[in-house]
């Protein structure tokens, strides 16, 4: 190879090199330009500092948007809106968050709202037009005070077809997303957090489907903010009170095949409701979603006969003594289908039937107990399969209004307990059945409430267990669990056939409560003594255990609540006496004493 020629190829290598090199270069330098452009640009007129009142001016750039479809993109400030905007057909409406985030006000693209202070029903601050969009900013209402919380309309209205939000963070909005009304099809709303107030999400008029997914809603998006001057008072305290009376997180109107995946409330009056509105009322499937300390978790009032599918759903519901889990209100015709839920602290009952529905519950467990059973139907046909209750007392409730029941292949410790008002319309088989003991070991026994396997011997009436505090040390290292009753709670206990017995019960009480009595059927009843850590001995004769293999003992008295006896206490249960253990012994039997919840784990 001559030298030339050689000059000549060592040339093209470089700028063959050079050029590819310009090639994976440019893109990334014109993003970062284009980029950089963009963040330091606000649209034409915009202040962006919080004081001045952009609503002319944000309207102005997207109507020019919306003359061909575009984007205005917001780059990080504060822009105040007193008045309100309507996004175009077509047009984006951009911030500088790609995802949502906790409250961060004060970073970002915000929005700082004023305007339709004191009108619910009043137009919203932001309405998107079909296929417009909202993503990447947080919305902040500056005049809203924790201790005194002001009516404001939607935040986001979204008509038509193909409206999106996504990226959107709520600090204090009093009501959150309403779609439809006049009409909607295919609405995308994802990745929405915040703080809601009085409505979350509302959804109507929607004939083809629409998508929510990644939505959470909690009180602490406000109070944690830091905002200065919105939160006033206590607003720990002040904002869960006012969610939990007035909130409505997920409201479902007229939509035909809603899809809802991975939302999540807490701290409502109702996380999810069904409604009818003169459009109609919904159908839908939704997974993933969760209510937790609301006094209704799912409410439904009104759906499609079709109706809803909820899978991987979790439930709590605990605001007041009757709180559910869910309630479905009478005059309700519809499907209901329940796979692989969760519910736990529903002192209401984890399901409250109504409604003339098709209730099925499939693969569900329902941790705790529930005053009026853990699933009540006053009225329809249910079906609970392959369930777990882990919770004594009545697992299925069914009162003579209801029409059918088949309940199969459920588990619950002694026992599955099925109340049937209804007789040979329901089907009741092939169900956990009680534990059967040595003969020996019910000479002389111990259960320890509160412990691990204690709900083998727990009937209705039992809060959850917690720790034996509170002056217990002479029941000795051994008692180290209890549960609250809730005034009238029973226990199942096991007997030899036709044997007398000596209960020892050991309990405390709180002074200037309502008397307590211990009781069994055919075998009389004994006082329970107020104010203190006490054990009372009760008489079981034979003639009570006669033919039965369990004998219930029933504890009576008058529920009281902490937080009204006495000032300034916030739990709200309704109780009664606070149970240790229990010991059963045989009249006669001097064998060793063994402990069944030992057994039993």
């Known amino acids: 190879m001559t030298v030339k020629r050689l000059r000549l190829l060592t040339a093209n290598l470089e700028l063959h090199h050079a050029v590819k090199t310009l090639l994976t270069t440019l893109p990334l330098l014109m993003v970062l330009a284009c980029g950089s452009a963009q963040a330091q640009v606000k649209p034409v007129g915009v202040a962006g500092d919080g004081k001045t009142d952009d609503t002319v001016a944000l309207q102005a750039a997207l109507n020019a948007a919306g003359k061909v479809g575009g984007e205005v993109f917001l780059p990080s400030a504060r822009y105040l809106i007193a008045g309100t905007l309507t996004v175009p057909t077509g047009v984006t409406v951009r911030g500088s968050w790609d995802e949502a985030h906790h409250g961060a006000w004060d970073k970002g693209t915000t929005l700082l709202l004023t305007g339709g202070r004191g009108q619910e029903n009043g137009q919203a601050a932001i309405t998107l037009q079909q296929s417009s969009a909202l993503r990447g900013v947080t919305m902040l209402w500056p005049e809203e005070t924790a201790d005194n919380i002001v009516p404001y309309p939607w935040a986001i209205h979204g008509v038509g077809m193909h409206n999106t939000v996504e990226n959107v963070t709520f600090v204090n909005a009093y009501q959150g997303i309403k779609i439809g009304q006049p009409f909607s099809e295919l609405h995308l709303i994802r990745n929405v957090f915040g703080c809601v107030l009085r409505r979350g999400i509302f959804i109507d008029s929607t004939s083809d489907i629409g998508r929510i997914e990644n939505v959470h809603f909690n009180t602490h998006y406000w109070m944690r903010s830091g905002y200065p001057g919105i939160q006033g008072g206590n607003p720990g305290q002040v904002v869960p009170q006012y969610t939990t009376q007035n909130l409505e997180a997920f409201i479902f109107g007229r939509t035909d095949w809603e899809y809802v995946l991975n939302t999540f409330v807490w701290g409502a009056r109702i996380g999810y409701r069904f409604i009818k509105t003169p459009d109609g009322a919904c159908n839908g499937q939704f997974m993933g979603i969760g209510a937790d300390y609301c006094d209704v978790g799912l409410q439904v009032d009104a759906i499609q006969p079709i109706g809803i599918q909820v899978t991987n759903g979790e439930f709590t519901a605990f605001v007041h003594p009757t709180s559910s889990g869910i309630l479905v209100s009478p005059g309700v015709v519809g499907a209901m289908q329940f796979m692989n839920c969760n519910f736990w602290s529903t002192p209401g009952g984890a399901a409250v039937i109504h409604g003339n529905v098709q209730a099925t519950f499939n693969t569900c467990h329902f941790a705790d107990a529930a005053k009026p059973g853990v699933i009540v139907a006053n009225r329809g046909h249910v079906a609970v399969t392959n369930c777990s209750f882990a919770g004594g007392g009545a697992a299925v409730v069914l009162q003579p209004g209801a029409r059918a029941a088949l309940i199969t292949g459920n588990l619950q410790s002694g026992g599955l307990m099925v109340e049937n008002g209804i007789g040979a319309n329901a089907q009741v088989g092939m169900n956990e059945g009680p534990r059967e003991y040595p003969v020996a070991s019910l000479s002389h026994y111990r259960v320890k409430i509160g412990a691990a396997g204690d709900a083998d011997f727990l009937g209705t009436g039992w809060y959850g267990s917690e720790q034996a505090q509170d002056g217990t040390e002479a029941l000795g290292p051994a008692i180290t669990t209890a549960r609250w009753t809730n005034g009238n709670a029973m226990l199942r206990l096991p007997v ?95 064998g060793p004493l063994t402990d069944l919840t030992d057994e039993t784990q």
């Open 496 to 590: 030899t056939p036709g044997q007398a017995y000596t209960l020892k019960l050991t309990y405390t009480t709180r002074a200037n409560t309502p008397p307590e009595t211990v009781s069994v059927a055919r075998g009389g009843s004994a006082p329970l003594v107020v104010g203190k850590t006490e054990t009372t001995m009760l008489q079981i004769p034979a003639a009570a255990t006669m033919n039965q293999h369990t004998v219930d003992v029933a504890l009576r008295g008058q529920p009281w609540s902490p937080s009204v006896l006495y000032p300034g206490n916030n739990d709200t249960r309704e109780l009664g006496v606070r149970v240790f253990v229990v010991e059963m012994q045989a009249n006669g039997a001097n």
